[in-house]
């Protein structure tokens, strides 16, 4: 999961780069954002299903809808950097937010999967290493919680750049 959405941040901010040094267009530009944020978050649903053949039309559904929402930030951000209203250090960085979100579908496809097999409860895990938002303690301190109740990867105040794990357990845990 990690070399996934490392690696296409790398990919990402490549792109990026080559468009602010002026060896592609802005229309470019786009089009290889746009595939690199659609084949990463494909890659990372089918990881958590435990690959392509596992995943189901619900599943392609849910990543379809994922991709559209990042589109959408896509087309917004390409506006911006069409009329200069980010600088190439900006652009470099931002740009690099699109392959974080990548790790909420991964997460967030989990969840559905550990669901749809019958566990009942979850809790979320901070990152000992990362900086967390103000939402993330709360959340993880509410310890073990129905996991229809648990709060999405990337829906907290930290978004794209949550790097919270969520652990899967049985009702006797929770006890």
């Not at 080559?18 to 089009?31: H, S």
């Not at 974080?100 to 550990?114: C, F, K, L, S």
């Amino acid at each position: 999961m990690n070399d996934i959405a490392e690696n296409a941040k790398a990919r990402i901010q490549n792109i990026t780069q080559q468009y602010t040094d002026g060896k592609i267009n802005a229309a470019e530009w786009t089009i290889r954002m746009g595939n690199e944020i659609k084949n990463g978050h494909k890659a990372m649903a089918a990881l958590a299903r435990g690959g392509r053949e596992q995943m189901r039309a619900q599943d392609w559904g849910r990543v379809g809808n994922q991709i559209a929402k990042q589109n959408g930030y896509l087309m917004r951000f390409s506006g911006d950097v069409i009329y200069n209203k980010v600088s190439a250090a900006q652009m470099v960085n931002r740009a690099g937010m699109y392959a974080d979100a990548m790790y909420g579908t991964y997460h967030n496809t989990v969840q559905v999967r550990e669901a749809q097999a019958g566990v009942a409860i979850a809790r979320r895990v901070l990152d000992g290493s990362a900086e967390h938002c103000e939402d993330c303690p709360g959340l993880a301190d509410q310890g073990w919680v129905p996991i229809a109740e648990l709060t999405p990867i990337g829906d907290s105040e930290c978004g794209a750049n949550c790097r919270c794990t969520i652990e899967y357990g049985t009702e006797a845990q929770a006890a």
